[in-house]
């Protein structure tokens, strides 16, 4: 009920911004957007929307930040259920024209349409989160080293588990969440002998809702827990809360994503049972591009965050996981080989 809530009220905000658009198009500019004040920053999410206690929120989170400094009041649109490229241009466009600026595109199956509407608005700013692939003088690729941040998900699974069998769930089964399962079994086969990984993906496109089904994740994993994992890592979006509840409910350990999950009031009930999360900074990442447009001068081009710029890391919110002296030397002895490069972790 909660997904079709979303969708509906995603529709209507749509169709709002459209209306509006539509009333105000004499004094908008096909290249320079809304042409007056700027109303703040937009996000276009991606599949999930917020409410996904992990990506999406995080950078809702980013949103809430520059509002609340910059006095904003910034707006976001979400997803709808098998929606094509030129859906997600005509929102994006609603948006450019409506005078947000920067506009940012939340996930990498945006990246089509930040590349053809950003053309059309050259004094606008665009970012994409998880993309690296546009190369244009007004975009911001908002990028990550996930891999890192898993490889110490991966230290902290091997160094947890008494079974000797972890688990990994991945949502969709594309090139950037196999960053985060190369990193995990990395990060547990350096720490310890004879772990064995067993890895998922729930769908092979997002369209199918690997990224969106919670029922599909507590299968998932469900599944991996029959099969004798004792820690399951999740790197599914919204589908990670099913990979969460399973965990809960068989007493076993649950790596989170993205955001710090065991802060997340949706899963306050199973937060007993997430024992850390593998987060990236998207809210500083979504934060910093709304500043610099604000401070005159917009970033642009590649703009990756990793574990030495702060912008991807381990939370330390669950007591277990922060008194546990053995594992937190492991992790640091584990971070300090990334950052000196003595540690090169895989991405694939």
């Known amino acids: 009920m909660r997904r079709v809530s979303r969708i509906a009220v995603a529709g209507v905000a749509t169709a709002a911004l459209a209306v509006t658009v539509s009333a105000c198009g004499s004094s908008s ?36 930040r520059a509002d609340k400094e910059f006095g904003y009041k910034s707006t976001s649109v979400e997803p709808q259920d098998g929606e094509s490229d030129a859906d997600k241009v005509q929102r994006l466009e609603t948006l450019a024209k409506q005078g947000y600026n920067p506009v940012i595109g939340v996930g990498f199956s945006y990246a089509p349409a930040v590349k053809e509407v950003a053309a059309k608005y050259p004094k606008v700013t665009f970012g994409i989160v998880d993309d690296d692939t546009i190369k244009a003088p007004n975009v911001a690729d908002l990028v990550f080293h996930e891999e890192q941040a898993s490889y ?29 399962e190369a990193g995990f079994k990395q990060g547990v086969a350096d720490t310890k002998k004879g772990v064995t990984v067993k890895s998922q993906y729930l769908t092979e496109t997002a369209a199918e809702g690997g990224f969106s089904s919670p029922d599909k994740g507590e299968n ?4 991996q827990i029959d099969a004798g994992a004792d820690v399951v890592y999740a790197a599914a979006g919204l589908s990670g809360q099913g990979v969460i509840k399973a965990a ?14 065991y802060k997340q009031d949706a899963l306050a009930k199973y937060k007993a049972s997430i024992l850390t999360s593998a987060m990236k900074d998207v809210q500083g990442a979504v934060f910093n591009l709304a500043k610099s447009v604000k401070d005159g001068k917009p ?3 590649e703009v990756r965050a990793s574990l030495t710029t702060g912008g991807v890391s381990l939370s330390d919110s669950n007591p277990v996981f922060k008194n546990n002296a053995d594992l937190q030397a492991a992790l640091k002895k584990a971070e300090d080989g990334i950052k000196n490069g003595s540690i090169k972790v895989k991405t694939s």
Do not use: C, M, R
Not at 248 to 261: E, L, N, T
């Open 152 to 180: 110490l998900a991966g230290v902290a699974a091997a160094k947890t588990t008494k079974s000797n069998t972890v688990g990994f769930v991945g949502g969709v089964d594309v090139p950037l969440i196999h960053k985060f």
């Open 248 to 261: 809960a409910a068989h007493k076993i350990w649950a790596i989170g994503v993205d955001s710090d999950q």
């Open 220 to 223: 998932a994993a469900s599944g």
């Open 299 to 301: 970033q642009t081009g």
């Open 29 to 64: 500019s096909e290249s320079t957007g809304g042409g007056g004040k700027n109303l703040g920053l937009a996000l276009a999410y991606d599949v999930g929307g917020k409410g996904d206690q992990s990506f999406n929120d995080a950078a809702s989170a980013g949103l809430e």
